[in-house]
């Protein structure tokens, strides 16, 4: 049950993310909403087309498949955070 939460929780958070950055108005919209805007948004046009988005996720798939075997096991996904770090994209840890 404790690794479900583990599973569970994180993309539960992301997903909340996602949906508040389609509610709120810019101004009201949380750090974590605009960070991740930034992240996603490649021609920087303040939205998020599905491209962007998928290739957002495919690069978090591939960072989080440590030994690219093209499947995310529960080690693989027990530290399960998106990264900021990602080609072409700005940002830190």
Known sequence: MVRKLMFI???LALS???AAAQSPPPSQ???EVKK???L???D???KVSRDE???FFAAEFDRLDVNKDG???VNELTGLRVSTKHPGGSGSR
């Open 29 to 31: 919209a949380t750090p």
């Open 40 to 42: 996603m948004d490649k």
């Open 44 to 46: 920087k046009n303040g």
């Open 71 to 73: 499947e995310l096991d």
């Open 53 to 55: 988005f998928m290739a």
């Open 9 to 11: 929780m994180p993309i």
């Open 36 to 38: 991740l805007l930034l």
């Open 16 to 18: 909340t993310a996602i």
